[in-house]
């Protein structure tokens, strides 16, 4: 640049503006030739064969759906499977009046208004030349009736399409979960190109979880049309890929044992074989049928089962948090003698009640009268409640929740199911986040018996026990075997635990089970094995200081909540079991036999198989 | 529409496009720095207004809304060569930016890359990203002469073409009306084109010769990009054609700059509002 001085040269200036506006001219011109000779290139030298391509032969796309793939069990039982249904399906621009349409099929087929309203719903969200589905499951008389006089219907058809059926029903219907029709949040999030022609979608459990996989992958089919839509020919087209059969570690036969003994209680159950981190069995009570779901749901027939009182919709096994009760003690044991503050021999003085130092309240025990003298075995076997006050307050809520966490409690337990729910392991952290207030020491002595703030799912309770059972090695339940074995494995990892204690605590567990003073010595009758296992008892209910809990005069809701966790064979653990029965009162009588049906079934299976 | 791309910003009352605004403001930031010294810019000068360029385009590139970030760039662009840049430069740039192609590959987005390679072949994808093009040449080739006439579009009513009210609603017209209305339909554009140009000629100071120059090229540029995809000779970029789409903050946009255009004629000096 030769101006060394920036002096504003007006003249100059306007002329340099002057000869760009110019040129821009002359480039606008030029673009706008370009757009008007692609247009005549397209209008009328192509004319002719774009006319030919929009009226004469459409070439429609249509989407060749993908079959879902099949659910099995882990001896290839199939869980979830496609089976032929009969739709009713209207193509929008095909039919002349709908509304006309529409008031005539309702009389024919009897339709209620609901499904009307359904249908006009779908029909805003489709494209007109969709076929939109009115009825889902028609019968065989439906069929008939309208096969009669569907030349009187243009652009109504029946169709033939696959929907997903569960053979096995409420039996695993939380595990399993259902399919139901895409809605508008899931359309917005899904690749319209993958779904296309696919209206059901996994909502809940297995199915949503692994959905990827089993949807598949849609093929299409170039078809060439005449004006009015009708299919001439099809051009070439690509089948679609199926989705990917799934083999699931559940036993379905061992999920119908844990069905059947539950009978009216509600609750959950939940066995891992201990092994592999296999679930053999996950069953929320009560069950639901999964199968109107798949064919559209009527909103009655939902509302009746969100509304209803025993919530079979929850998925208790995995979303149910509730306090543990007295299952907590061999775990809090452990840490006792791991810290070193406690040795099995030395007996404590139980009176039925434990009081803090300056504090008139009493942390009263199960038994009124009091357990008398009792050593570490004793607690457990017994469930004394004030040798575990004193343990607590000895190690400290600290202490307590670092050791627990190890087991995973207040965590995920990683299983591959969506929405399961952490439970919750308190800690002074936690209370001053949550409720800003500091941890109280009674707060400690109620943790101690697993109650208070504590919180587990079924589920993390079976990984817990399962985790004990096999010395320590922490467990990942999983319901698919994870896919390659060559994939390199998580290294497992190993909590510190002196291997003498850990067979004290099984030895004290076995003795609930194998000694008549145990809580839940009934289980050893009629058995060849041996089972460790402890009972507890959840409180629903706060009993006022000096008042008693007396069972008969407190309504079922109140009752508290049985709990039972137990693994088997005691010196060869395989199968580790979680069971809670809401309500169920004491832990020994209801939880215990559950507990007990599935892992004689394991074992008698384990054994025909072998 | 969701493909990655996170445009509005909820008020509440209306969804706004914030990046609508800087289709304005940055042509308008330039032509003031340029007003402010003496034409043609010296290096320095041209430094610092390609980065108030470059900063929200790429910032907006990375949003990502490439026609957004198209549009400003140009709007850019534009005030650069009325300000009268040497010819040495603009061809150096443009050599340059041929050569950062493979640069500019890398950091697209898949969708974005996906609409390349479609609009290089956009039969490779007949079921997805092709058929937005496929099913808009046969609405426009199908149109003919003359066209179908108002309201006759097969291929919208049977619901072939995609986004027929919105982006590809030039295909739809073209169906319609043939070639005889979209010739008449560019001639109305290039007449808003001619008329701002000669306003911008008109204009009294540097400052309002800038920005209504720049803002008359962007107006024909939204124009060019917008057809130019439908009619299959550029990549699909989301642009929607002026004063036709429909809705969006971008008509908005649109409006306030034909304001400021239609304002340097009233005033000789625009910079005496803000000096």
Redesign the interface.
């Known amino acids: 640049m030769h101006r060394r001085f920036a002096l504003k040269d007006i003249y100059s200036e306007n002329r340099l503006f002057l000869s760009r506006i110019v040129i821009i001219f002359i480039v606008i011109l030029l673009l706008m030739g370009a757009i008007i000779a692609r247009l005549i290139y397209l209008q009328i030298t192509g004319h002719e064969y774009y006319v030919s391509q929009a009226n004469n032969n459409r070439i429609k796309i249509s989407s060749l759906p993908p079959t879902r793939g099949i659910i099995y069990d882990r001896y290839g039982k199939v869980l979830a499977d496609n089976i032929p249904s009969y739709s009713l399906e209207l193509t929008p621009e095909l039919i002349p009046d709908i509304t006309e349409t529409l008031t005539q099929l309702k009389h024919l087929l009897n339709l209620s208004e609901e499904t009307l309203t359904q249908f006009k719903k779908q029909l805003t969200r489709h494209r007109s030349f969709d076929s939109i589905p009115l009825l889902l499951q028609m019968n065989d008389t439906t069929v008939a009736r309208f096969a009669v006089v569907q030349h009187q219907f243009p652009g109504v058809d029946i169709h033939a399409r696959l929907i997903r059926h569960y053979p096995y029903g409420k039996m695993a219907a939380h595990l399993v979960g259902y399919v139901g029709r895409i809605n508008e949040t899931e359309l917005k999030t899904l690749s319209a190109t993958r779904y296309k022609g696919t209206h059901s979608i996994g909502k809940t459990g297995i199915e949503k979880a692994y959905e990827e996989q089993l949807h598949g992958k849609p093929g299409h089919a170039e078809v060439e049309t005449n004006a009015q839509l009708r299919p001439i020919r099809v051009i070439k087209s690509e089948a679609p890929i199926p989705g990917k059969n799934l083999h699931l570690t559940l036993d379905i036969e061992l999920q119908n044992i844990a069905y059947q003994a539950f009978k009216n209680h509600n609750g959950a159950a939940v066995a891992i074989e201990i092994a592999t981190g296999d679930v053999l069995s996950m069953l929320s009570h009560p069950g639901f049928d999964p199968n109107p779901f798949s064919s559209g749901i009527s909103t009655k027939a939902y509302n009746l089962l969100q509304q209803s009182d025993r919530k079979p919709l929850f998925d208790r096994a995995l979303k149910g948090q509730y306090p543990p009760g007295s299952t907590l003690k061999p775990f809090i044991a452990l840490a006792g003698l791991q810290y070193a503050l406690i040795q099995i021999n030395t007996p404590l003085f139980c009176p039925g009640y434990y009081q803090l130092p300056n504090v008139s309240h009493r942390y009263r025990d199960w038994k009124i009268w009091g357990h008398g003298f009792v050593t570490l075995n004793d607690a457990i076997v017994q469930s004394c409640d004030v040798y575990f006050y004193d343990l607590a307050r000895t190690l400290g809520i600290d202490r307590i929740h670092h050791f627990l966490s190890q087991f995973g409690f207040g965590q995920k337990t990683g299983i591959d199911l969506v929405g399961e729910k952490s439970g919750l392991l308190p800690s002074r952290n936690w209370k001053r986040q949550n409720k800003n207030l500091p941890w109280y020491p009674g707060e400690t002595l109620i943790t101690g018996i697993g109650q208070g703030f504590m919180q587990t799912t079924p589920l993390q309770l079976a990984v817990a026990t399962a985790t004990l059972a096999n010395q320590g090695i922490s467990i990942r339940p999983h319901l698919i075997k994870p896919a390659t074995a060559s994939e390199p494995k998580p290294m497992a990892e190993k909590i510190n635990i002196d291997p003498a204690y850990l067979s004290d605590i099984i030895n004290s567990m076995i003795n609930v089970v194998h000694t008549p003073k145990g809580t839940a010595y009934k289980l050893s009758q009629n058995i060849n094995f041996k089972i460790a296992g402890k009972t507890g008892t959840a409180q629903v209910f706060t009993v006022k200081q000096k008042e008693k809990y007396e069972a008969e005069k407190l309504k079922e809701k109140l009752l508290d909540h049985a709990l039972f966790i137990a693994f088997a064979p005691a010196n060869a653990p395989e199968i580790a079991v979680a069971v809670i029965v809401e309500n169920g009162g004491h832990g020994g009588s209801t939880a215990a036999p559950i507990a007990k049906k599935i892992i004689a079934q394991y074992l008698k299976k384990a054994s025909h198989h072998d | 529409m969701?493909k990655g791309a996170q445009r509005w910003l909820d008020l509440g009352f209306f969804r706004f496009q914030p990046s609508e605004m800087i289709k304005i403001t940055t042509p308008a930031a330039i032509a003031w720095y340029f007003s402010e010294?003496?034409?043609?810019p010296?290096?320095k000068e041209l430094f610092i207004a390609l980065l108030l360029v470059a900063i929200p385009t790429f910032l907006i590139a990375k949003q990502p809304d490439l026609g957004t970030a198209i549009l400003i760039a140009s709007s850019g662009t534009?005030v650069f060569?009325?300000a009268?840049i040497s010819w040495r430069i603009m061809l150096s740039s443009v050599v340059s930016l041929i050569a950062l192609t493979p640069v500019l590959w890398h950091f697209m987005h898949d969708y974005q890359r996906a609409r390349v390679i479609t609009f290089l072949n956009p039969e490779s994808d007949?079921?997805?990203r092709g058929?937005h093009i496929i099913q808009s040449?046969?609405?426009?080739?199908?149109?003919?002469?003359y066209g179908k006439g108002w309201l006759e579009s097969?291929?919208a009513k049977?619901?072939?073409l995609p986004e027929r009210s919105t982006d590809f609603i030039f295909a739809v017209f073209?169906e319609e009306f043939?070639?005889l209305g979209?010739?008449s339909l560019?001639f109305l554009y290039?007449l808003i084109?001619?008329r701002s140009?000669y306003i911008?000629?008109n204009a009294q100071d540097?400052f309002c010769?800038l920005l209504a120059?720049s803002l008359s090229?962007t107006f024909?540029v939204y124009v060019?990009v917008n057809?130019?995809m439908v009619?299959?000779?550029l990549p699909v970029v989301g642009v929607p054609l002026p004063l036709i789409s429909y809705g969006g903050t971008s008509m908005v946009t649109l409006l306030i700059g034909f304001g400021i255009v239609s304002l340097t004629t009233a005033l000789t000096d625009l910079s005496s509002l803000y000096l």
């Open positions: 969701g010294h003496a034409l043609p010296r290096w534009a060569f009325f009268g007949p079921i997805g058929y040449k046969i609405a426009i080739g199908s149109g003919g002469l097969t291929q049977l619901d072939f073209a043939g070639l979209c010739v560019l290039l084109t001619m140009l911008a000629v540097t010769r120059g090229v024909f060019f057809i130019g009619i299959g000779i």
